[in-house]
């Protein structure tokens, strides 16, 4: 199922009900709305650049940081509540290869987590944070 963009507003207008979410399995694959890269030609790229397009790098989602105690790490269970850094009001952060590269908000599509990207990192300040 395809949410249109009206219906993916109204969510994240109504805000994200976190109780009505169910918890993905593992077995479940989250879906991509991004179309295949099988016929995507970029102008004014190099041929030999071209076959970096099929690359799969990992992108992952940060809702936050922060620092704990060894002490408190071990008494951690099941209910623990850990305190991150952001406000629910800030943009996560989207990383790819672990290289901040936009900043989104979170909507739930079906009974998935996805990210809007609200956000793009600046093109060269990616290149800057990607050499060291």
Do not use: C, W, Y
Not at 53 to 82: C, H, K, W, Y
């Amino acid at each position: 199922m395809t949410m249109t963009q009206e219906e993916i507003d109204a969510l994240i207008g109504g805000g994200l009900d976190v109780s009505a979410i169910e918890t993905m399995t593992e077995a479940e694959e989250p879906k991509s709305e991004i179309a295949p890269t099988d016929d995507i030609k970029i102008e004014g790229i190099d041929p030999k650049l071209q076959l970096l397009l099929d690359l799969q790098l990992p992108v992952s989602i940060e809702l936050g940081r922060t620092n704990m105690l060894i002490r408190d790490i071990l008494r951690l269970g099941r209910g623990s509540v850990i305190e991150f850094d952001k406000l629910v009001s800030e943009p996560i952060d989207v990383l790819i290869n672990g290289k901040k590269v936009a900043e989104g908000e979170v909507v739930v599509i079906d009974k998935h987590f996805g990210i809007r990207i609200t956000t793009l990192i600046d093109p060269a300040e990616r290149l800057k944070t990607a050499r060291g």
